[in-house]
């Protein structure tokens, strides 16, 4: 990171990925195009989780290569005067792999939790549902920044 006085240190980036709303995971296919795709996740233990369905774009280019990057972008704010933004982000680098049995479940719970967590209780019900036409994705990171610009307060 080239301006180390804009670093978020490795507590306020988890905390950032605990926090933040949505990620764009970002993946390669066979030809070596670049595919982004902004996503719902959880990020747990060290690691983030997602769902997705059963096949697509993402899952062919995570078969392919598994090595992906993720950005998380948190709070953001245009400064005209400054020509200048507030900002946060963290990008988390690692490797995809889909997960089964209880882990795949735990983090579909998760996702209940962080996304509706006033239906926890119904969130089970939808997972048994549609747990056959969904697909859990761990990204093991292995690597994170973060960056902040914040104006000074006054």
Same mark, same amino acid.
């Given at each position: 990171?080239?301006?180390?006085?804009?670093?978020?240190?490795?507590?306020?980036?988890?905390?950032?990925?605990?926090?933040?709303?949505?990620?764009?995971?970002?993946?390669?296919?066979?030809?070596?195009?670049?595919?982004?795709?902004?996503?719902?996740?959880?990020?747990?233990?060290?690691?983030?989780?997602?769902?997705?369905?059963?096949?697509?774009?993402?899952?062919?280019?995570?078969?392919?290569?598994?090595?992906?990057?993720?950005? &998380?972008? =948190?709070?953001? #704010?245009?400064?005209?005067?400054?020509?200048?933004? @507030?900002?946060? %982000?963290?990008?988390?680098?690692? +490797?995809?792999?889909? &997960?089964? =049995?209880?882990? #795949?479940?735990?983090?579909?719970?998760?996702?209940? @939790?962080?996304? %509706?967590?006033?239906?926890?209780? +119904?969130?089970?019900?939808?997972?048994?549902?549609?747990?056959?036409?969904?697909?859990?994705?761990?990204?093991?990171?292995? %690597?994170?920044?973060?960056?902040?610009?914040?104006?000074?307060?006054?």
């Amino acid at each position: 990171m080239r301006r180390k006085d804009k670093a978020l240190d490795k507590d306020a980036a988890a905390h950032l990925l605990t926090t933040g709303e949505y990620g764009v995971l970002s993946t390669v296919d066979v030809q070596g195009q670049p595919y982004g795709v902004p996503l719902n996740y959880v990020y747990q233990d060290g690691c983030l989780y997602f769902h997705c369905a059963l096949e697509g774009q993402k899952l062919d280019n995570l078969l392919a290569n598994r090595r992906v990057s993720f950005c &998380v972008v =948190g709070h953001t #704010r245009v400064l005209p005067e400054e020509f200048s933004t @507030e900002f946060e %982000s963290v990008i988390a680098f690692g +490797e995809a792999a889909v &997960v089964q =049995g209880d882990e #795949r479940y735990r983090a579909l719970v998760w996702l209940v @939790e962080k996304y %509706s967590p006033d239906f926890v209780e +119904e969130g089970h019900k939808y997972i048994e549902r549609h747990d056959s036409r969904t697909m859990v994705v761990k990204i093991q990171i292995r %690597s994170m920044t973060g960056k902040a610009k914040q104006s000074p307060k006054l």
